[in-house]
């Protein structure tokens, strides 16, 4: 038996994008290994909608944990309610999203299991045996490949890398109750406030339109944020680290070492240079876009594409193309 | 108020990182080590909760070998009280660094252990968690600010999309992002006190590894891309490449 648990998320009853991606990399391991896919997610009653539809993704089980007051994530909860599937399965591996819910839970999960934990794995591979996982460290400026000796092996995956593959099992759907609830909580959540206005956060869209000093000002941020609106729902917006601190974005969008590592499928880098700890940050998009004025700036070298020319003229025909296409 | 900050000695954020001979390090020939940003972020927030309960004590702590002194003499200039240096090697396994510092902090009896987030250079953002789990304290991760009101700690948190206002009881491990404040800069005064202040160094209890580093490389190069014209002009041009050659619109 060489199963392998996949720990995918609801958020508002509904299934996160990142559960696909989860489950695809959970089949590509069973795939070597010989075993079966089985999914967890942790929720309110009622459970989570989309998840009947993880066999699609080669989900031969699918176990939802239901408990009160569990819609939203609750640390300690989850992290018995997953920690004890794991045990009872005796898995090969347990696979979570390196989303924030799952960089918060899977370090819970590995303490309780007292195994270690790879995380935000970029690649996954089974040799004679070994899970070789491959990861970036120094934010992207160097990768590791490495081995864990124990089991199971815990590993996060990175965002937007595994993208969901269609891999049809019987995803049989089975519902349990979680042993703890909200109230077992020892933090409690006093108010949630929405800081993207219900935009993808950039270190989970698929496409993120970040800017930089070139931008002249937080003021000339529309422009961006049209931008955004013309790609649609799966586009999200990023920051320099220079705009910042200097007050102009909040951290929660900045890209760069001391902010998100990103992945998308498309980047467009606006009015940014192109600073060692910001290319680290997203070096590993598919295609990058660099818009600046500076035609010597070294944003340009890992651009796939590279418009020279000043970020205002740019990006209303930009937009405005993009929406053209939409129509 | 006994607020205990774990810090990390790593590469800087603007070095340039080449991999050592053995293909499973990185060389650190001409690299500038710093404390890790987000464990100053950690530092400068103890330092406020200190100041805005008008007493009590900074415990600056680290893993790390011989050299990490150094980062905790930067941390007693920036104002931390007394030091702990627990002298092992800190490795991909974060459950063993975890273990080391519940051991050490067992006897603390700390309210407050904060750590940043994440340390930035093996990035494996794991260990605050892993921390609260063995010591079974409440945990509050990836707070931009920490307040305390009336007896509990209220961490403004950033989750995805979100920002969701959490309250802990104490004692309590909180993971520090960038946020609401700058740290500080050692004061010449701050640097002089340092050299007086005490530095306890000690064995760290490590055990094994249990996470096997086969190699490290550089990333991969990206192809050389072209530059597809000036100006608003070239965007009908960008837009064909984007949805012909890269197929991503």
């Known amino acids: 038996m060489a199963n392998i648990l996949a720990v995918v998320e609801q958020r508002d009853g509904a299934l996160r994008r990142i559960s696909g991606e989860v489950v695809t990399a959970a089949k590509q391991i069973a795939d070597a290994t010989g075993g079966e896919v089985h999914a967890v997610v942790v929720g309110a009653a009622g459970g989570a909608s989309g998840a009947d539809g993880l066999g699609r993704f080669g989900a031969a089980r699918v176990v939802q944990v239901e408990g009160e007051g569990l819609d939203r994530y609750v640390a300690e909860a989850y992290a018995a309610a997953v920690a004890d599937l794991a045990r009872e399965g005796k898995y090969y591996a347990v696979l979570f999203g390196a989303s924030a819910q799952g960089r918060d839970l899977a370090p819970r999960v590995a303490a309780r299991l007292d195994v270690p934990l790879a995380g935000d794995a970029t690649g996954l591979a089974v040799e004679a045996g070994e899970l070789l996982v491959t990861r970036p460290v120094y934010a992207g400026r160097a990768f590791a490949q490495l081995t864990i000796k124990a089991e199971p092996r815990l590993v996060s995956v990175r965002p937007n890398t595994f993208r969901p593959r269609e891999a049809a099992a019987a995803g049989t759907v089975e519902t349990r109750q979680a042993a703890a609830g909200a109230d077992a909580a020892r933090t409690r959540v006093r108010e949630v406030r929405a800081a993207t206005g219900g935009r993808l956060d950039v270190g989970e869209a698929p496409i993120v339109v970040a800017g930089g000093r070139g931008m002249k000002g937080p003021e000339n941020w529309q422009a961006l944020e049209d931008l955004v609106d013309a790609l649609g729902p799966t586009a999200a917006l990023g920051a320099s680290r220079a705009v910042v601190d200097a007050g102009w974005r909040p951290h929660g969008e900045q890209v760069g070492q001391t902010g998100k590592t990103v992945s998308p499928q498309l980047y467009f880098a606006v009015g940014i240079s192109g600073a060692m700890q910001h290319l680290a940050g997203m070096r590993s998009a598919k295609t990058i876009v660099a818009i600046n004025k500076d035609p010597d700036a070294p944003i340009f070298k890992v651009a796939d594409y590279g418009v020279v020319g000043d970020a205002a003229e740019v990006l209303p025909r930009l937009a405005e193309e993009i929406r053209s296409i939409a129509r | ?249």
């Open chain 2, 1 to 249: 108020m006994k607020i205990v900050v774990c810090i990390k000695r790593v590469p800087d954020t603007e070095a340039r990182i080449r991999i050592s001979g053995d293909g499973r390090s990185i060389d650190p020939a001409g690299v500038k080590f710093v404390i890790s940003p987000y464990d100053e972020f950690a530092l400068e927030t103890a330092l406020r909760m200190k100041e805005a309960a008008g007493s009590g004590e900074v415990i600056a702590l680290t893993v790390g070998e011989a050299n990490s002194a150094e980062q905790l003499r930067s941390a007693l200039a920036m104002g931390a009280d007394r030091a702990v240096l627990l002298k092992g090697e800190p490795t991909l396994d974060g459950l063993v660094t975890a273990r080391a510092l519940a051991a050490e902090l067992k006897a603390y009896g700390a309210d407050l252990i904060l750590l940043g987030m994440k340390a930035v250079d093996f990035d494996q953002q794991q260990v605050a968690p892993m921390l609260a789990e063995l010591l079974d304290l409440p945990c509050v991760t990836i707070a931009a600010q920490v307040e305390m009101e009336g007896g509990v700690a209220v961490c403004h948190r950033e989750t995805e999309g979100d920002t969701e206002v959490v309250e802990t009881a104490l004692p309590a491990v909180i993971s520090i992002t960038k946020g609401a404040y700058e740290p500080r800069y050692p004061s010449l005064k701050g640097i002089m006190a340092a050299k007086k202040k005490p530095l306890e160094e000690k064995a760290a209890q490590l055990g094994e590894s249990r996470i096997e580093l086969r190699t490290m490389t550089a990333p991969p190069e990206r192809p050389a891309g072209r530059i597809v014209g000036q100006g608003a002009d070239a965007v009908p041009e960008l837009i064909r490449a984007l949805r012909e050659e890269a197929k991503v619109l």
